[in-house]
């Protein structure tokens, strides 16, 4: 990190313990809020380590909750304490009922389906589409080219600070009515059938290999709705088992992106 980013971290991890607001919090909570909202500060980032979370940037934004009256917004007869983000027309297309609290960044050419919610310290990166009904939680990361489907749910996560969000990593297709979960993390170019649901304790099995994964969806792969029995006594149950059932071919992924005139803009 910069010099003057350390310095910002310090100061919130400062505020967070403080048992008094000092009269600077407000503007340095601000600091952090218009850093999200422009893309510079994230509360994930990759690293040669994988994914590091930035767990002051979550303290900022628990501290903007706990600062931040309940007041009445400018869009109408609603009551928050964060107030909407403003988006540019040039740089995305956000249908009519789509809502993106300040404090989440929207990349280049990211389309929001309505009704859509992105909440606070969520990421989504350029090139996206967030589908109608679709719920990208706090602190949610989304890559480039990700297809999130109409009705999923990527869950958020605030608590504790040191917590990882859920991580969409880029070129990934999520089918409609999923949910993804507790911090898991699907890689680069894995594809997430129709109404599949992972959380941080779903097993995932390559029916390949036999090998099951857990938190994680291999890069390339494709994912769909599996189950797989569990006795439990003397009786037998069918426990939910995602299934690797292949891995995604580059030469066919085309027929997965999105159309182009989805993405168009005019300049």
Same mark, same amino acid.
């Given at each position: 990190m910069k010099k003057d980013t350390i310095d910002l971290a310090k100061r919130i991890d400062e505020l967070?313990?403080?048992e008094s607001t @000092?009269?600077?919090?407000?503007?340095?909570?601000?600091?952090?809020?218009? +850093?999200?909202?422009? +893309?510079?500060?994230?509360?994930?980032?990759?690293?040669?380590?994988?994914?590091?979370?930035?767990a002051w940037v979550k303290k900022a934004i628990l501290l903007y909750f706990?600062?931040?009256?309940?007041?009445?917004?400018?869009e109408g007869h609603f009551f928050d304490k964060i107030p909407l983000k403003t988006l540019s027309a040039a740089a995305n297309r956000i249908? @009519?009922?789509?809502?993106?609290?300040?404090?989440?960044?929207?990349?280049a050419k990211v389309v929001i389906m309505a009704p859509s919610f992105v909440n606070i310290g969520a990421y989504i990166d350029e090139g996206s589409m967030v589908d109608s009904l679709v719920l990208v939680g706090s602190c949610a990361r989304i890559?480039?080219?990700?297809?999130? +489907?109409?009705?999923?749910?990527?869950?958020?996560?605030?608590? @504790? @600070?040191?917590?990882t969000p859920v991580i969409i990593e880029d070129n990934a297709f999520i089918g409609g009515s999923c949910g993804i979960y507790e911090g898991c993390i699907v890689e680069a170019n894995a594809v997430i059938g129709a109404g599949t649901i992972i959380t941080a304790r779903t097993p995932i099995v390559d029916i390949n290999t036999g090998e099951e994964f857990y938190g994680r969806v291999p890069e390339n792969?494709?994912?769909?709705?599996?189950?797989?029995?569990?006795?439990? +006594?003397?009786?037998e149950f069918i426990l939910q088992t995602p299934l690797i059932i292949k891995k995604r071919d580059p030469a066919v992924s085309a027929k997965l992106a999105l159309e182009d005139s989805l993405r168009q803009f005019n300049s």
């Open positions: 967070f313990e403080a @000092p009269a600077e919090a407000t503007m340095l909570i601000d600091m952090v809020m218009e +850093g999200l909202d422009q +893309g510079t500060i994230k509360v994930v980032e990759k690293t040669n380590k994988g994914w590091q979370t930035n706990r600062l931040s009256p309940v007041q009445k917004m400018d249908v @009519p009922y789509s809502s993106v609290r300040r404090g989440a960044y929207i990349g890559g480039k080219n990700v297809h999130l +489907g109409a009705g999923t749910i990527i869950g958020g996560v605030l608590e @504790p @600070p040191n917590s792969s494709v994912v769909v709705p599996g189950g797989r029995p569990k006795k439990y +006594g003397d009786r």
